[in-house]
């Protein structure tokens, strides 16, 4: 089969031809039909994220059809639509996988990181952690909910129901998907980008948020919480400054740059900072079917799986709305 393969962080994805992988015990093998490209991806190839698999094959927004099943693999079928999603394995016994914060487990498996992900034309993945993918969604647009969907949906339930007035701070893949959620939920959205990205602001406007301006400006109204995508941590303080009075501050991402010190009276008042860390097969269970019923589109521009590397170049550079995905098969 084809794949991208990842043999060095900061080296170029390489194009190879290497066997197709053969499911194990309890493992579904899956032709992929789209994979969407992250910015953990990115933090992945560029080794900001330091214990990958090498070589590695990344992505971890795989939506494919089941094409072998391992040994033992129960409900799911042949040809079935799945999607695989970055939490590829948790051990199930430590104090976090028993206390069902299986997202916080001590020997994790994340797939397109320690395990082979989606830049390929088939994958193995551990059955137990794939999503059935149901419905009439095109793969290329369901592919992106199987991070940035989830991440973004953990991230608005831990801003809590109450948050009505929420802030979404960086204005891509994760943020428009969430932003389409919180509306369907009647919660009003402004957006914060960088200073003077019209486009995204314009976006931003297009996905349904009430107001979209500059993460320089001050916030036009005092938000219940904030949530921040984009990877850079002066924005922790500028969101504090931001909401009321025990409102919350929830970090989406999986890497940020550090968080400039700031006067405590940014904190007081009951405000809180959390992060979002991974996701739990229940998180889908709850986020698939409200994607479908809020009947949320992403924005998607598609690639080649040959050209993942462009893929990863416009990501970082901010060449798209939305997000990308490689279209496979
Ligand atoms: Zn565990
Ligand atoms: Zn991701």
Redesign the pocket.
Known sequence: MKAMLLEKPGEALRAAEIPDPQPGPGQLQVEVSACGV????LHVVDGDLTEPKLPIIPG??IVGRVSALGDGVTGFDLGERVGIP?LGHTCGACRYCRAGDENLCDTPGFTGYQIDGGYAEKTVADAAYCFPLPGDQSDAELAPLL??GL?GYRSLVMAGEAAKKLGIYGFGAAAHIVAQVARHQGREVYAFTSPGDDTAQQFALDMGAAWAGDSSEASPVELDAAIIFAPVGPLVPAALRAVRKGGIVVCGGIHMSDIPSFPYELLWGERRIESVANLTRSDGEGFLPLAAAAGVRPEVTTYALADAARALDDLRHGRFDGSAVLTVS
């Open positions: 992250c910015r953990t991806d971890h927004e970055w991070c940035a991440i």
